[in-house]
Each structure stands twice: as structure tokens, then as C-alpha cells.
């Protein structure tokens, strides 16, 4: 298949839109950029197009995909109910990184909801996305647009890495803004349920809806608890690389780094190194990269996923990484590293 690439870098270009529109609404993929990361397209309403995006991705097909809208009229048709919370936090939230679960209504095919009577909504804030999703029918399901397995991408290069030949179109809307995957709140029950921690934190929600929870699988206060997710469960984001994390005051983290990084010297390895723009000049030795600034802990999000494929790009077997429990956005960060790295962590 030749994939069409389309650029609106500098914003939506209404012809490329009708396209895209096109694709979609006869069961093609398309690609486009969100604020969080790249999503993987299709009409969540057509089950043969959601299974499309299951084979192009190599998902597992339990794992279901989140229905994008454009405008919150669209939500009364895919939802069971919209319970208070919902409206609260999409007064605060939408559109933003912001995934809600509703129960769903019966116009939503099960291959959407990986076989769940539930349904996650959300309403990007990128305009090109926007646009997208009403020329596409207004309902369209959209993971990450990685193959499974892989770091979300956070520029259409990366689609282009994974997805070039098996989907119809990749919109290249720039760098995202964020760089991690939305914040998923689950409203089925009565207390709202943070499942997969993001931009949008538990203090932010809390300020809009009293009391909220966050899935103790996910916190880290319970080990060995089963993620309520299913995308949770899976080991994501795992580079090529041996990742490990080293854990602790920060100048005790580098001088850990630094032996460990002599210790494989000694055996003629170079092994990566996840630093920051404070700390990167303090590393005596390794292949050295700065993920971002801890000043500015966005800028952190946004690098993570490109670092991990910059690594996979290089022949680096080993890499250490300093852990990042930024104030807003530590949880989401640390979440992400913590799966890259299948757990491995040093606490000096
Ligand atoms: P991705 O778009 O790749 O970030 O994947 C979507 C995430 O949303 C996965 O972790 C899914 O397990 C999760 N998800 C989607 N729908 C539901 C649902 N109905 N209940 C719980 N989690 C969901
Ligand atoms: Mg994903």
C-alpha cells in the first residue's frame, strides 16, 4: 500500500482534511497528531475498520481502542448515560488529554471495546484532529498510532517508522505537546477512577469532583494487583536496550551512574545514559542523552518516547536513566519509564 502523506504542519489544510475524511468513512486508517501523542485512526462505529486497527498495530484484540469526538453534542450516541462527574470534568478538561469511560450504547461495536460494555471517550484539543474526526462520520477510534509494543510516537517520523505501507494516510501535524498518553478516568463507579495516570493529575480532577481514586495497580500501592486497563497489563514501550532506572537524591543517582558506567567500560561497553539538561555534563563517560529540563518538567514528557527510539536506532545495549517524580507529571512520566524499563530499578 502507498501511504499518502499529508502535511499541516502549519495548521488544518481543508482539502487534505476531505481526504482523510474519505478514508475514513470507507473503512480506512489514517494517522494524525493529538496534543498527547499520534493517534491511529478508524470509524468506531464500523467493526471491520476497528479490526483494521488491531492487525496494522499487532494489538492484542482485548485491549479496546478510545473513541475520539470533536464536539461534546457528539457523546449523547455512544454513551449508555452521562453521569454529573462527566459533565463537570469536561467543562474543566475538554477538549484536552482528558479519557473518560462511559457504558456504552449499543451503536458501539464490541471490536471497539475489546469485547467491553464500557466505551472511553475523549475530545483532543488539536485542531487538526478536530477537523479529522467530524470529516471522518465524528466517532473515531484511535490508539497510538505505534506498533504494538513500540514507544507511542511523538512526531510522524515515528508513524512513519512503524506504520509506512499498511495505512492509507499519515497526517503530519508537527512535534505533539505533550508527549504522553491522555488520563484515563473511569466513571462507572462511584467514585471516579483514575486508570492510567497523564496530564490532566489527581489534584487537577479532585478540584473539580471531590474524591478520587487511582487504580491501586497503577499507583504502585499494590504490586500485584491486575490493572483495571487492559492496556495496562501489557509490557509496553520496551526499547531494544536494557533499560535501568536508578533511583534517589539526584547526585547520588549520578555517581551510580558514573560507577556503573565505569564498571562496563572496564568489560569495553558503552552503555546510554538518560540524563537531563541540569546533569548531562556530569556524566564522565557513555553515550549521554538529555531528555529535557528538570525547570520544566513538560519538556520531559515530551522526550521520553523519541529518547527510547533514538536508543533503539543506536547499537547501545544497556542504558541507565535517572527517575523523574516531576511535582505535576511524575506520576505519568514515571509510569511510562517504570514499563519501559520491565520494572528494573536501582534505589541508591
Ligand atoms: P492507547 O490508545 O494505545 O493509549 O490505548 C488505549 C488505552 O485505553 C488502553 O490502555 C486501554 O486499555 C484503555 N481503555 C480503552 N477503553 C477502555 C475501557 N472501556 N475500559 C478500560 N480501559 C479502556
Ligand atoms: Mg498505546
Not at 506498533?147 to 506504520?163: E, F, I, L, Q
Not at 520496551?238 to 535501568?244: E, G, N, Q, T, V
Request: aromatic share 4%; net charge negative.
Amino acid at each position: 500500500m502507498n501511504t499518502i502523506i499529508e502535511d499541516m504542519r502549519s495548521g488544518v489544510d481543508e482539502e487534505g482534511i476531505a481526504r482523510a475524511g474519505d478514508i475514513l468513512k470507507h473503512g480506512g486508517l489514517v494517522a494524525f497528531p493529538t496534543e498527547t501523542v499520534y493517534g491511529l485512526g478508524a470509524d468506531a462505529l464500523d467493526a471491520q475498520a476497528a479490526a483494521r486497527i488491531y492487525a496494522a498495530k499487532g494489538r492484542p484484540s482485548d485491549n479496546p481502542l478510545i473513541v475520539h469526538i470533536a464536539d461534546w453534542d457528539a457523546l449523547d450516541y455512544i454513551v449508555e448515560e452521562i453521569p454529573e462527574e462527566a459533565r463537570l470534568l469536561a467543562d474543566a478538561f475538554w477538549p484536552g488529554p482528558l479519557t473518560m469511560i462511559f457504558k456504552k450504547s449499543e451503536v458501539v461495536p464490541l471490536a471497539t471495546t475489546g469485547g467491553l460494555q464500557t466505551v472511553a471517550v475523549r475530545m483532543p484539543v488539536n485542531e487538526v484532529a478536530r477537523a479529522m474526526i467530524r470529516a471522518g462520520g465524528g466517532y473515531i477510534a484511535a490508539p497510538s498510532a505505534n506498533t504494538s509494543g513500540r514507544p507511542s510516537p511523538t512526531k510522524a517520523s515515528h508513524v512513519m517508522d512503524d506504520m509506512d505501507g499498511i495505512i492509507e494516510m499519515i497526517i503530519d501535524g508537527g512535534d505533539v505537546e505533550i508527549g504522553l498518553e491522555s488520563t484515563i478516568v473511569d466513571l462507572t463507579e462511584d467514585t471516579p477512577m483514575i486508570l492510567r495516570p497523564g496530564y490532566i493529575n489527581e489534584e487537577m480532577l479532585e478540584k473539580v469532583v471531590g474524591s478520587v481514586k487511582i487504580d491501586p495497580a497503577v499507583s504502585g500501592a499494590d504490586t500485584k494487583a491486575r490493572p483495571k486497563a487492559p492496556g495496562m497489563r501489557y509490557r509496553h514501550y520496551a526499547p531494544r536496550a536494557d533499560l535501568i532506572i536508578v533511583e534517589g537524591a539526584q547526585e547520588a543517582v549520578r555517581e551510580k551512574i558514573n560507577e556503573l558506567v565505569q564498571e562496563a567500560a572496564a568489560c569495553g561497553k558503552v552503555p546510554g545514559i538518560i540524563g537531563t539538561d541540569e546533569s548531562r555534563d556530569l556524566y564522565q563517560g557513555g553515550l549521554v542523552k538529555s531528555i529535557g529540563s528538570r525547570a520544566d518538567e513538560l519538556t520531559i514528557a515530551q522526550h521520553l518516547y523519541s529518547i527510547l527510539r533514538e536508543f533503539d536506532d543506536s547499537d547501545i545495549s544497556v542504558i541507565y536513566s535517572e527517575s523523574f517524580e516531576t511535582p505535576n507529571m511524575g506520576l505519568a512520566i514515571m509510569n511510562r519509564l517504570i514499563k519501559a524499563a520491565g520494572h528494573q530499578i536501582i534505589k541508591v
